[in-house]
Nanobody
Framework: QVQLVESGGGLVQPGGSLSLSCATSGFEFSTSTINWARQAPGKGLQWVSTISPDGTTLYTGSLKGRFTISRDNAKNTVYLQMNGLQPEDTAVYYC?????RGQGTQVTVSS
């Protein structure tokens, strides 16, 4: 059974940082492409970042330079380091593998 469990969200002030984790199980992690996506209140799901099995990374243009995706194949875990957070980054963040996704973790950026 495929499982993806996000953690690390919370409330942070503008300009702050958070590190999200996505712990996975039930599939061959080391050969899988993993994505982060987010859904802001009242908006659709937005792709954030992708990491390929070989470590190649992609980011949606507006986030490149502030967000960093990484993976630890020994721990079957993907991370999303988020710096310089702004109120518009407020959303539920999901990790996804194909059609599967976790329950999400809430990130709120507010003073």
């Amino acid at each position: 059974q495929v499982q993806l469990v996000e953690s690390g969200g919370g409330l942070v002030q503008p300009g702050g940082s958070l590190s999200l984790s996505c712990a996975t199980s039930g599939f061959e992690f080391s050969t899988s492409t993993i994505n982060w996506a987010r859904q802001a209140p009242g908006k659709g799901l937005q792709w954030v970042s992708t990491i390929s099995p070989d470590g190649t990374t992609l980011y949606t243009g507006s986030l490149k330079g502030r967000f960093t995706i990484s993976r630890d194949n020994a721990k079957n875990t993907v991370y999303l380091q988020m710096n310089g957070l702004q109120p518009e980054d407020t959303a539920v963040y999901y990790c996804r593998r194909g059609p599967d996704r976790g329950q999400g973790t809430q990130v709120t950026v507010s003073s």
